[in-house]
């Protein structure tokens, strides 16, 4: 068996024309131009790239970046009073503070200082409530972005046995309640796990978000079992560096019935899907139905 790859780039440039075209519309229509902030602290390279690389997206489908780069010894105060700011200009339509943050700042302090309106991240303890109740409201883009993957693959989730690998605040908790949300029978696995691989050969789809380098190898994998890798890695592989996934792609391949590569699966739709919160943020603030994507 050779597993369908689910091409997260191509799906990703289908919704980006789709994000385009309604951002137009909703210029011409109603004069609202949706606008996203950025806030960065320090010079990290990884973050910096990422960043710039959310700017350029913003700009291609039309919709406005508001950069902030700050120095890595940024207070918390002085963070606290430019999100202030952000929170009550109207340009702003979304706000997404890059994690990390520097140890003198208290990460969830800050998620709680942002407008939940304009919580385009998702991370706002009012959005994880909403999110566990199964109410309406901004849901992380990452989570969004694995469940439009897995869509490409399952019409139905109802009954599926699910396993998420991983309980971060940012992927794998609220992943395994956007699974709940479809009526997916969910397991979630963490570092106190016993017996790992036997819990993967069960699951008929198995979300993987974990931070380390290839650890599912694919005969802990279920034959025809759907897998999503949400792990970024850089190996070092004969002097070179290259990127893999938190799944030993070329054994699970072999195995799966369909699979996300690394690059090229979750990364392009996460940042498709922050286009799509922007979109929905701005229209939700001008009391405006969101857009069908």
Not at 34 to 44: E, K, N, R, Y
Not at 114 to 132: Q, W
Not at 151 to 177: F, K, Y
Not at 183 to 208: G, I, S, W
């Amino acid at each position: 068996m050779t597993a369908q790859i689910i091409d997260g780039k191509a799906l990703a440039s289908e919704l980006r024309d789709a994000v385009t075209a309604a951002t137009r519309r909703l210029v011409a229509a109603h004069g609202l131009h949706p606008g996203l902030a950025v806030v960065l602290l320090g010079d990290d390279p990884a973050s910096r790239t990422y960043v710039a690389s959310k700017s350029r997206a913003l700009v291609e489908v039309g919709m406005r970046p508001f950069d902030f780069k700050l120095p890595a010894a940024t207070s918390e105060a002085e963070l606290r009073a430019l999100i202030k700011k952000l929170n009550s200009d109207p340009a702003v339509n979304g706000i997404l503070v890059q994690l990390p943050l520097p140890p003198q700042i208290n990460t969830s302090r800050i998620i709680a200082s942002i407008d939940p309106d304009k919580d385009v991240d998702g991370f706002h303890p009012l959005n994880a409530g909403r999110l566990a109740s199964g109410l309406p409201g901004l849901v992380p883009c990452t989570p969004i972005a694995c469940l439009r993957l897995i869509r490409t693959v399952h019409d139905s989730l109802a009954g599926i046995a699910a396993l998420m690998i991983g309980r971060s605040h940012i992927v794998g908790n609220p992943l395994a309640q956007v699974l709940l949300n479809e009526n997916a029978t969910v397991t979630v696995a963490h570092t106190f796990t016993r017996h790992l691989p036997e819990l993967c050969r069960r699951a008929e789809l198995m979300c993987v978000a974990i931070g380390c380098a290839e650890f599912i190898r694919g005969d802990w994998i279920k034959p025809g079992a759907t897998v999503i890798d949400v792990g970024i890695n850089r190996v070092a592989v004969g002097g070179k560096s290259r990127i893999v996934g938190d799944v030993k792609f070329s054994e699970a391949v072999e195995v799966a019935g369909a699979i996300t590569p690394v690059p090229g699966g979750v990364g392009p739709m996460t940042i498709v899907c922050l286009l799509i919160n922007t979109l929905r943020a701005a229209c939700m603030q001008a009391g405006l139905p969101p857009p069908a994507l």
